[in-house]
Every structure is written in structure tokens, then in C-alpha cells.
């Protein structure tokens, strides 16, 4: 059973671009989590999605930040327009169902570096 | 507004030392607590979690309690080992965001460990 599988795992971007992340969830998950972990910082909540639907995204930047997760394929978090200050590491964790342990399983990150 | 310290930032022991990392939250209304180790330029690895119910959890050598009154939990490792060497981590969920947003971990962070052989 493969875990929460992020790619890709390092991405390189100049200030402008466009960062694409991706996030499988663990076999049976159908909870996402996006987290961000910024240099000397600890990690903070972006947004959580079921499929199809973002349940909660009070954590995420109001402007160029986004997030889906579709009936099909991995969640995405979009970064439009990257500035050096969005140079961090993107974590993605996955949850079973809401009436679990709360629980939850975090993937190996997708580090950004903005240049 | 629940804020998350664990203290010390970093600490390094000898093999063989049991040693003990700290937490401390400032609302107890917390629906559970977990502990997560981080290597370097790794995900996080689930360790412990603590159901708000639950006083104590183990597995192998490491032991976590919890404290809601107080806003504390404990990580104790016995018998140190260098591989043990990495970041740990402690999130707690506040209990009125598990209805509406379950993975709303908030995380201290975390205190850097170095085991020496």
C-alpha cells in the first residue's frame, strides 16, 4: 500500500512562473491536506479538500494560490506568479473519512525554490 | 487562539540516554495530539497520537503522555540511539475544528535531536 505519493519532489521556478504540485493520497484516503513549511518555521495549514470540494481553506494566501481535487487524479496546488517569499516546502496528507482517529499521513514534500 | 511551543529547540545527548521533548498548547479544548518525527528534507513520519481522552501512548521505545489541564505532552525515548537523530514534531487538533475541519493540525516547531555514538 503506497503511501501519499507528492511530486515532484523538488521544483524550480523564476519569479513570474507557474508551480504545479501534485498529491495522491493513500489507497482509500479521500481527505487531502495542504501544508506549508517555510524556512525556520513550522508547518501551517493551507486547505483541505475532499473530492471535488474544498472544505475548508482558511489557511490558504488570497491571491494567487489555488487548490483542486478532482473525481479523477491527484490534488493539485497551483502557485501563479511565484515570488521568492513562496520558496518553501509543500506538504500533502491524506485522511480515511472524517470519523476517524483524526489521523493523519503526511507525503515526502515538494520543495520549492523560487529564484 | 491555540499556539503550539516545544521546547528545547535543539538538543543533543549520547547513545544510550533516555531523554525527554516538551510540549505545551495554550487551549486544553484539543480533540487529539499526535507526535511526528521529521528527517532532513523528508515528510513527516507519524509517531504517537493521543486521542483528548487518552493519558498515555507507547510504541517500542517511545512513550507519550498527555496532560490536557495542564496543556502539556511528553515524548520520552529510551535507550537513545543515533538513528533516532531527527526533528520532532508535536500538532494538536482543537476539538471545535474536528466537526468542520479535521485536518486542521496546528504544529509547535519541534525540537531538532542529535544522538552521538
Known amino acids: 500500500n503506497a503511501g501519499v505519493m507528492q511530486n515532484p519532489r523538488h521544483l524550480v521556478r523564476r519569479r513570474g512562473q507557474e508551480a504545479r504540485l501534485r498529491c495522491s493520497p493513500m489507497k482509500g484516503h479521500s481527505h487531502v491536506y495542504w501544508y506549508r513549511q517555510l524556512p525556520e518555521e513550522g508547518l501551517k495549514f493551507m486547505v483541505y479538500?475532499?473530492?471535488?470540494?474544498?472544505?475548508?481553506e482558511s489557511g490558504m494566501p488570497k491571491e494567487r494560490f489555488s487548490a483542486e481535487f478532482p473525481k479523477e487524479g491527484p490534488s493539485i496546488l497551483r502557485i501563479q506568479q511565484v515570488v521568492r517569499g513562496d520558496s518553501a516546502a509543500y506538504f500533502c496528507?491524506?485522511?480515511?473519512?472524517?470519523?476517524?482517529?483524526?489521523?493523519?499521513?503526511f507525503g515526502e514534500g515538494s520543495r520549492l525554490t523560487v529564484l | 487562539k491555540q499556539e503550539v511551543t516545544q521546547i528545547p529547540a535543539a538538543l543533543s545527548v549520547p547513545e544510550g540516554e533516555n531523554l525527554v521533548l516538551n510540549c505545551s498548547f495554550t487551549?486544553?479544548?484539543?480533540?487529539?495530539l499526535q507526535w511526528f518525527r521529521q528527517d532532513p528534507g523528508k515528510g513527516l513520519t507519524s509517531l504517537l497520537l493521543i486521542q483528548s481522552s487518552q493519558r498515555e501512548q507507547t510504541s517500542g521505545r517511545l512513550n507519550a503522555s498527555l496532560d490536557k489541564s495542564s496543556g502539556r505532552s511528553t515524548l520520552y525515548i529510551a535507550a537513545s540511539q543515533p538513528g533516532d537523530s531527527a526533528t520532532y514534531l508535536c500538532?494538536?487538533?482543537?476539538?471545535?475544528?474536528?466537526?468542520?475541519?479535521?485536518?486542521?493540525?496546528?504544529f509547535g516547531k519541534g525540537t531538532k535531536l542529535s544522538v552521538k555514538p
Open positions: 496528507a491524506s485522511s480515511p473519512n472524517r470519523r476517524n482517529t483524526g489521523e493523519l499521513f
Open positions: 500538532a494538536v487538533i482543537r476539538r471545535q475544528d474536528y466537526g468542520g475541519s479535521q485536518g486542521n493540525l496546528i
Open positions: 487551549d486544553s479544548a484539543i480533540y487529539n
Open positions: 479538500l475532499q473530492k471535488e470540494n474544498i472544505i475548508d
